[in-house]
C-alpha cells in the first residue's frame, strides 16, 4: 500500500448477522425505527424548502408494508400512528401497473436476499 490517509473522524461498519439490530424484526425494534422515521420525516418538513421536500416523496407505506409481518392488529396501529403524525402513505403513482410490477419485483428479490438472516 503506497497512499493512505489518516483521518480524526468517526468511521461506523454496519455488520449484518443473524441476530444483530439490524436483522432483528420484533415489535419494540420495529416501534422504536418508526419512531426515528416519523422524527426524521418532522425534521426534513421542518427544515427544507417545500418544493425540496415535496421532491423526496417520503412516505410510511414501507412501515406499513413490513408492519404485516408483525401480526395482523399491528398495521393498523401504524397506520393510526402514521395518519396522527401527517405522512403520506399512499401516491398517486402506486396506480400504474407498471411501477407496481417494478417495486414487486425489487421487494421480493431484497426480501428473498434477506431471508437467510432471519
Same mark, same amino acid.
Request: hydrophobic residues 35%; proline residues 2%.
Given at each position: 500500500?503506497?497512499?493512505?490517509? $489518516?483521518?480524526?473522524? *468517526?468511521?461506523?461498519?454496519?455488520?449484518?448477522?443473524?441476530?444483530? %439490530?439490524?436483522?432483528?424484526? #420484533?415489535?419494540?425494534?420495529?416501534?422504536?425505527?418508526?419512531? $426515528?422515521? *416519523?422524527?426524521?420525516?418532522?425534521?426534513?418538513?421542518? +427544515?427544507?424548502?417545500?418544493?425540496?421536500?415535496?421532491? %423526496?416523496? *417520503? #412516505?410510511?407505506?414501507?412501515? %406499513?408494508? &413490513?408492519? =404485516?409481518?408483525?401480526?395482523?392488529?399491528?398495521?393498523?396501529?401504524?397506520?393510526?400512528? %402514521?395518519?396522527?403524525?401527517?405522512?403520506?402513505?399512499?401516491?398517486?403513482?402506486?396506480?400504474?401497473? =407498471?411501477? =407496481? *410490477?417494478?417495486?414487486?419485483? #425489487?421487494?421480493?428479490?431484497?426480501?428473498?436476499? &434477506?431471508?437467510? +438472516? +432471519?
Amino acid at each position: 500500500m503506497d497512499k493512505f490517509e $489518516v483521518s480524526n473522524e *468517526i468511521i461506523y461498519c454496519v455488520t449484518r448477522k443473524d441476530g444483530t %439490530l439490524t436483522t432483528t424484526m #420484533s415489535n419494540k425494534v420495529f416501534d422504536t425505527r418508526l419512531n $426515528v422515521f *416519523i422524527e426524521y420525516y418532522k425534521f426534513l418538513k421542518k +427544515y427544507l424548502k417545500k418544493s425540496d421536500f415535496k421532491n %423526496l416523496s *417520503i #412516505s410510511g407505506r414501507g412501515y %406499513l408494508r &413490513q408492519s =404485516i409481518n408483525l401480526g395482523y392488529k399491528k398495521p393498523f396501529s401504524v397506520y393510526k400512528k %402514521l395518519k396522527r403524525n401527517r405522512l403520506h402513505i399512499f401516491n398517486i403513482k402506486v396506480l400504474n401497473p =407498471i411501477w =407496481i *410490477i417494478r417495486r414487486w419485483i #425489487s421487494y421480493n428479490r431484497a426480501n428473498n436476499e &434477506q431471508k437467510k +438472516y +432471519y
